[in-house]
């Protein structure tokens, strides 16, 4: 677990970067993904402006858990929610450790 000094570390030196998180546009939305068994699904994020592409143009779907983690230098669909320091803290905290199985 990151120590609220390396928390605020890395935050200044991705602001320094001009990276940006897409956790943080209006276009990164949550789905559920269908699990093994009934009424069971993993959360999963998309970028509904589509710009999370695979080598061969599918659609790239990333785990929940690890939303926190993309960024990208510039992206022409970005819109930010809010101020992304403190979007980003309150994120961090809440997201959980692993891919974990939700039930209906």
Do not use: Q
């Not at 120590?3 to 605020?8: I, Q």
């Not at 589509?50 to 061969?56: A, C, D, Q, T």
């Not at 926190?68 to 994120?91: K, N, Q, T, V």
């Amino acid at each position: 677990m990151e120590t609220l000094k390396e928390v605020r570390e890395s935050e200044t030196a991705d602001r320094a970067a001009g990276r940006i998180y897409c956790a943080n546009c209006v276009h990164c939305k949550l789905v559920p993904t269908p699990a093994h068994g009934t009424g069971r699904y993993y959360l999963r994020v998309r970028c509904d402006a589509g710009k999370w592409k695979k080598k061969l143009g599918e659609e790239k779907i990333y785990k929940y858990f690890t939303v926190a983690r993309r960024a990208i230098e510039s992206c022409d669909a970005y819109e930010d929610m809010g101020d992304p320091r403190e979007f980003m803290r309150d994120l961090k905290k809440s997201l959980p450790d692993k891919d974990e199985i939700y039930t209906v």
